[in-house]
């Protein structure tokens, strides 16, 4: 009788958890998963605290409801009954010192019409756009260039970095400047692919149906209940070290941590952000480890605070910070009014730290708080009291996908050996939908090599 087969996964993400959660799918359980992971718990970005009695995520809070990717693994788990929406209240952005609507009709802040930004922009920009349809347009089918090079040039700077900006910023902790249009909105890119005549038109051909339902979703009790259920069903051992190196051993790998301890498996997923994945692989497959040090990363912080309840906060979902503001926040989410939570406190979370800045490594945990209460003020006219705050560090772990950043992941990819599979927001988008989507895709492929 063979024995039993091993896997190793390392990183315990939501793309790892998932991975492995396949992976003893496929195989049984007789089968050995390790997750590998030196954080104090598993889940990565999916990381839920209490805050006066409630659940609060503070880092990845909610997902997007259209994708089938997360209600499909929800209602396979069993916990299709724990999918909650938005109350509907929707955001605001931050510029030129007031808050404004969210442009209504646009995607991934990319308006629609000219009438949407009536307000945020100057007259001078609305004349624009509402000529851009008559302009000639400029494009190469499969092109990639950046998101600021295409809007910019056909709706000017203003719609960049007032309307889309606060977008990405959320999103990638970049910008427009940083983002290619295939990865921040695909179906415009695919609209104009297709033949439409003006951003106009590819905006208005990507919009989505009125009957799409709900933008977001989220889990009540914190994604740390999907997080929960997914190592229970995939019955993994957790080894709580960061893997060093791996190489290929006779019949499979070994894997060894900084100490050189090691553990044998028959196939191995990467689930780690693109920086440590780079470093895993460089001497076993060095092709993939060069694309993969090839995505930059942003690193942000995520403050959460609870404040009396009752705090007279406006009746929106939060607030998207423009560029150029003399805030230090990029985004507030009033999470008792986005998810309609009741409790003793209205429950907030804070975002700080752009790509290219070095506040989430510099600042201090006071110093954040600081500028959370100063920039709640600024932008609501309210002098909170804080009754209770919590914060994470998330480094080096938003990758900013730039112009052609498939071709990127495509090569991390297609250079590994046989057994060996990489998941992770570096590599088909940086939402949970994606990373679902990616790790069942990695444990595909390790079950496959491993012939089971």
């Known amino acids: 009788m063979s024995p039993a087969r091993a896997y190793a996964v390392v990183g315990g993400g939501i793309s790892g958890l998932v991975a492995a959660y396949r992976i003893r799918a496929a195989v049984g359980a007789e089968a ?61 952005i931050y510029s030129q010192g007031r808050l404004h609507p969210l442009p209504a009709g646009a995607v991934n802040g990319i308006p629609s019409s000219p009438e949407s930004v009536t ?12 000529a851009e349809p008559d302009r000639p347009l400029q494009w190469q089918p499969g092109a990639d260039p950046t998101v600021a090079a295409v809007v910019g040039e056909r709706f000017g700077e203003q719609v960049v970095t007032r309307s889309v900006d606060p977008m990405l910023s959320g999103v990638y902790a970049g910008s427009a400047t940083t983002i290619g249009i295939r990865s921040a909105v695909p179906t415009v890119a695919a609209a104009l692919d297709a033949g439409a005549d003006s951003l106009t038109a590819a905006v208005r051909r990507a919009l989505p149906g009125a009957t799409s339902g709900p933008v977001f979703g989220a889990v009540a009790g914190g994604y740390r209940v999907l997080v929960e259920e997914l190592i229970s069903r995939a019955a993994v051992e957790w080894v709580p070290t960061a893997v060093d190196h791996m190489y290929a051993d006779f019949d ?4 060894a941590d900084g100490t050189d301890q090691t553990w044998r498996a028959d196939g191995v997923v990467v689930a780690v952000p693109a920086p440590q994945t780079a470093a895993i692989l460089e001497d076993i497959a060095p092709r993939s480890a060069a694309a993969a040090g090839r995505i930059a990363v942003a690193s942000s912080v995520v403050l959460a605070m ?17 560029t150029g503001e003399g805030l230090h926040s990029k985004a507030i989410t009033l999470s008792t ?10 429950l907030l979370r804070m ?31 309210i002098a909170v009291d804080p009754v ?14 730039g112009p052609d950043h498939a071709a990127l992941a495509a090569e991390v990819r297609g250079a590994l050996p046989p057994g060996l599979a990489v998941a992770g927001n570096f590599l088909d988008g940086v939402g949970v939908p994606a990373c679902v989507s990616a790790g069942g895709r990695a444990a595909d492929v390790v079950v496959a090599a491993t012939g089971t």
């Open 252 to 255: 499979g790998w070994t894997v």
């Open 351 to 381: 975002s700080f730290g752009r790509f290219g800045d070095e506040i989430a490594r510099s600042a201090s945990d006071e110093q954040l708080l600081a500028w959370a209460v100063q920039d709640l003020d600024t932008v609501f006219g």
């Open 337 to 346: 009014r986005k998810w309609g939570r009741s409790g003793d406190a209205e």
């Open 32 to 92: 050995t998963i390790r997750v590998f992971d030196p954080a104090d718990r598993l889940g990565g970005v999916l990381r839920t605290e209490t805050l006066c009695g409630e659940p609060m995520d503070i880092g990845a809070e909610a997902f997007v409801a259209r994708r089938p990717e997360v209600p499909a693994l929800l209602a396979e788990l069993g916990l299709a009954d724990r999918q909650i929406t938005t109350t509907g209240v929707r955001p605001t």
């Open 119 to 130: 307000g945020l922009v100057d007259q001078a920009t609305l004349a624009r756009m509402s």
């Open 388 to 401: 209770s705050v919590m914060m994470h560090r998330w480094i080096d772990a938003l990758p900013q996908y």
């Open 306 to 322: 609870a404040v009396p309840a009752g705090t007279p906060f406006p009746p929106q979902s939060g607030v998207l910070v423009a």
